[in-house]
């Protein structure tokens, strides 16, 4: 697994706990929704800055989440998870 689909489990994984979609989520994250998409489908390079950019926009989102650059790009197991899709219906 490399550092862009580290990346892109991790950003899934934020978006999710939050309950945003992508387009709310790109927002928080002050970009658009299609360079948001193609990080979380690990299609594209990101710079460090961007990073240290979204891991601000996340803990300024929520305060309790105090999360480092570095925790984007960490590989976390607990990430990987069978998340149903938010716009989903119960059934």
């Known amino acids: 697994m490399n550092l ?3 990346l892109a489990i ?3 994984y934020y978006r999710k706990k939050f309950n945003l979609s992508q387009e709310k989520f790109a927002e928080m994250l002050e970009t658009t929704l299609s360079y948001l998409n193609q990080i ?3 299609k594209v390079d990101v710079k460090c800055s961007t990073i240290d950019k979204f891991a601000h926009n996340i803990n300024e989102y929520d305060k309790k989440i105090n999360i480092k650059s570095e925790d ?3 590989f976390n197991k607990k990430h990987i ?3 149903k899709r938010i716009d989903e219906k119960k059934k």
């Open 4 to 6: 862009c689909e580290i």
């Open 10 to 12: 991790n950003l899934k």
């Open 40 to 42: 979380e489908n690990a």
């Open 72 to 74: 984007l790009v960490k």
């Open 81 to 83: 998870t069978n998340f």
